[in-house]
């Protein structure tokens, strides 16, 4: 099935929401979503320029944000995000319980494989870090909590596109199409089968040579993926686990907090053993 089944009628439906909007909150929305895609920050002027909008229009959704917390001035005169937005999302309750869940699972997947790990969702057009626990190693490599990556760069992306619902995948990728104003990879729908025939993905770093990421689907109570659990192997001369038996590890783990968060893999029955994979 296309990934882009249902694209047309969704952005028709935002189309429609739109006649809808509030101005006000439109532009600190716009704000918002702007300095989000600049870590370095933006001055008064670049983000009038940027949005065009005024100064002034401009200045009075800054101090507003400000007041509330949402940004900062950095490096004198440049507005940007604070981690007020992280805060909100970590403090909501399905996602507290969903870190929680997931914390002690993969700081066993930590120990067992002696590779960092961490857990991510889709928001927009990237992916965030949730959760993340470093390897049990002197040397090692990992992906800070808290950052973002574009989703067309990421296997925690893929994985969970892959094995999202029909309805949510087809609102992820609008959203991306909106946010990024660009086209689809035209090889999306192969890709993303693919991953779902196999149930994860294990390929080479979209981003860092020498990495390999093995991720696999957190699952929510209809079946469908709401955030993903990676490990980005990188190879020890003295490693205590290959890449095969890192997915395994991974495997087990992901259904463990899918179970904890009361989830269900697709096409399991509550209480059904898998055959395991040979």
């Known amino acids: ?42 001055t008064k002027s670049e983000i009038s320029r940027e949005l065009k909008r005024t100064v002034s229009e401009i200045f009075r959704m800054l101090l507003c944000l400000e007041r509330r917390g949402y940004i900062a001035q950095v490096d004198g005169e440049r507005y940007a995000l604070t981690l007020k937005l992280f805060k909100l999302v970590q403090e909501h309750p399905p996602t507290e319980r969903l870190i929680a869940e997931a914390l002690p699972v993969m700081h066993q997947v930590a120990h067992e ?19 993340q626990v470093n390897a049990p190693t002197s040397v090692g ?33 609008a ?3 909106r946010l990024t104003g660009s086209e689809l990879p035209s090889d999306l729908p192969a890709h993303l089968a693919r991953i779902k025939r196999q149930g994860y993905e294990s390929r080479p770093s979209y ?30 001369l003295d490693s205590i ?27 399991k029955r509550q209480g059904h053993t898998p055959t395991p994979e040979r």
């Open 207 to 236: 981003k860092v040579r020498g990495v390999t990421n093995i991720s696999y689907p957190i699952f929510d109570g209809r079946g469908s993926a709401i955030g993903a659990l990676t490990v980005p192997f990188i190879q020890h």
């Open 241 to 267: 686990a290959n890449v095969s038996e890192v997915s395994a590890s991974l495997k087990k783990a992901s259904r463990e907090i899918s179970a904890a968060i009361g989830g269900r893999t697709p096409g």
């Open 113 to 131: 494989t002696q590779q960092s790990c961490h857990m991510g969702i889709i928001e927009g057009a990237e992916v965030t870090i949730l959760a």
């Open 141 to 173: 490599f990992y992906v800070k909590l808290g950052s973002s990556v574009e989703l067309m760069e990421a296997s925690t992306g893929y994985v969970i596109l892959a094995h999202q619902d029909d309805e949510h995948r087809s609102r992820t990728l």
């Open 1 to 42: 099935m296309s990934a882009e089944k249902n694209l047309p009628s969704q952005l028709g439906d935002s189309e429609e929401k739109n006649s809808y909007a509030t101005p006000a909150l439109e532009k600190g929305l716009d704000v918002i979503e702007l300095l989000g895609r600049q870590p370095s920050g933006l």
């Open 175 to 177: 959203e991306w199409k």
